[in-house]
């Protein structure tokens, strides 16, 4: 995991910019939940157009509305809806670092939640087109490391499965929309 991710996530976790406090929880915990990497055939900034459209590619994408700041940009803070299967739920998305096009990090925070998980997307150009690599960061303010290991595992074996199925259709997306471009 990248040492930015780690810091942004501790950041986050322990409110960066307060005033320091005495201790009366836990430190939160930080929590590697999913690394995902593909090729994809086409130039990374094409890569990186649809990968800020993510209704393009993402399947349980009900909708999306930013709330402040600009679309794809850092400090963008929007709402997303998302459906598996017959429940809908709400989070919400801050663009934490957005450098076109090779990096994005969005912190997900969902209501009432005691957790927030940071996705850390890289794209990094090749011979024959652009790596992507995810990574899916955990940051939960939880009493013991038994209730981290175990929300930890129940998160992390329910997305991975989606998150791969996703990526794939990111690289789908991509590579016949450059077919298009390049016919």
């Not at 929880?25 to 990968?51: F, H, M, S």
């Not at 459209?53 to 940009?73: I, K, N, P, Q, Y």
């Not at 929300?151 to 989606?162: M, R, V, W, Y």
Request: hydrophobic share 45%.
């Amino acid at each position: 995991m990248s040492n930015v991710v780690m810091s942004l996530a501790a950041a986050a976790a322990l409110g960066a910019g307060s005033a320091p406090t005495a201790p009366t929880a836990p430190p939160p915990q930080v929590t590697t939940l999913n690394e995902t990497r593909l090729e994809i055939a086409a130039p990374c900034e094409q890569v990186w157009k649809v990968l800020l459209d993510r209704s393009a590619w993402m399947e349980s994408l009900v909708g999306r509305r930013t709330l402040s700041g600009s679309f794809g940009e850092a400090g963008e803070l929007s709402e997303v809806r998302t459906r598996i299967g017959d429940q809908e739920s709400v989070r919400f998305e801050r663009v934490l670092l957005a450098t076109e096009p090779s990096r994005l990090v969005i912190a997900l925070m969902a209501p009432e939640s005691h957790a927030t998980a940071f996705a850390d997307y890289h794209l990094a150009s090749t011979a024959t087109g652009c790596d992507i690599a995810l990574t899916l960061v955990m940051v939960a303010d939880m009493q013991t490391a038994s209730q981290v290991t175990e929300f930890s595992a129940q998160i992390a074996q329910g997305s991975q499965t989606k998150i791969e199925g996703d990526m794939r259709r990111l690289k789908g997306v991509v590579e016949a929309r450059h077919r298009k471009v390049v016919e």
